[in-house]
């Protein structure tokens, strides 16, 4: 692209890899001409035979007819033991959340001084991950980060900011965004709502009757059993 | 990231699974709900463009 000044993100448009598509009309190495994350060979070997498989999609970041990038992403699943400390039962040690893997995200090299281009990317996946949270259950978007960690932690670099979960022992980095539900929003707008509103809300609650608890309690309900009332 | 991690399952476990747990209970913020709203209405109008135009 020529002219980078006038690079407009929204106008990004996020086709799916097809056999049209010269994967070597891009280049993902890094700067130094290595592939040390095997980002252009997946583009070059593997995307397109994966996407007709279901084992991933691969999306072409595409500007004016010209591709800028491109990202992958598969289904995944993220694992956790539930009781770090402890071991209440060996049934619920580990527990599983469904996931949103970005495998691959990748500018070309000709348009890297172009601003934008790998955070529309990022946005687009987490559309995606929203998206997907309303339909299938998606709570997280997930990824390695090798060299890119500030770019996905630090809040000044996009607007997503990526929680570092692990690093593992090649040195990437396992991130985690957290996708959220409606619900969550809907109690978050209740929590920000003003003191005087807050106050309102807690003075009304006080006048509600209390719950039964107590009249459903062990200890009542042993009383009554007993005295037979 | 190479192919053959694609579909390995990461695990967390004892300090790194502690952390995750609190992150995990962490309530968004205003902003952050904004920006995720955002990227989502930004992808499905992406969607819609790339309908009308393949019809």
Known sequence: MEDTSEFNPKVL????????????????????????????????????????????????????????????????????KKYPLGKPSTRDEITNYPVLLIANLATDKKNRKIKGIGSEMLRHCVGMGALLSDIVGCRYVMLYATK??????????????????????????????????????????????????SAVVKKGNANQPKPDAEKTSWFFRTIRRIFRI | ???????????????????????????????ELENQEEAKQRYLQRCEVARKASS
């Open chain 2, 1 to 31: 990231m190479k192919k053959t991690n694609f579909y390995s399952i990461p695990t967390l476990r004892g300090e790194e699974a502690k952390r995750f747990i609190e992150f995990d209970s962490l309530k968004p913020t205003t902003e």
């Open chain 1, 148 to 197: 890119a960690e500030k770019f996905y932690s630090e809040k000044n670099k996009t607007e997503y900011k990526f929680f570092v979960a692990r690093e593992e022992n090649d040195g990437r980095k396992l991130m985690l965004y957290r996708i959220h539900n409606k619900i969550e929003r809907h109690l978050s707008e209740t929590l920000d709502i003003s003191d005087s509103v």
């Open chain 1, 13 to 80: 448009t996020f086709p799916k890899i097809s056999d049209t598509f010269d994967p070597n009309s891009i280049d993902c190495t890094d700067d130094d001409n290595t592939d040390a994350q095997d980002l252009q060979d997946y583009l070059c070997n593997h995307a397109l035979s994966d996407q007709e498989q279901n084992m991933s999609a691969t999306y072409l970041a595409s500007y004016e007819n010209k591709i800028l990038g491109y990202c992958t992403v598969v289904i995944s699943s993220l694992a956790f």
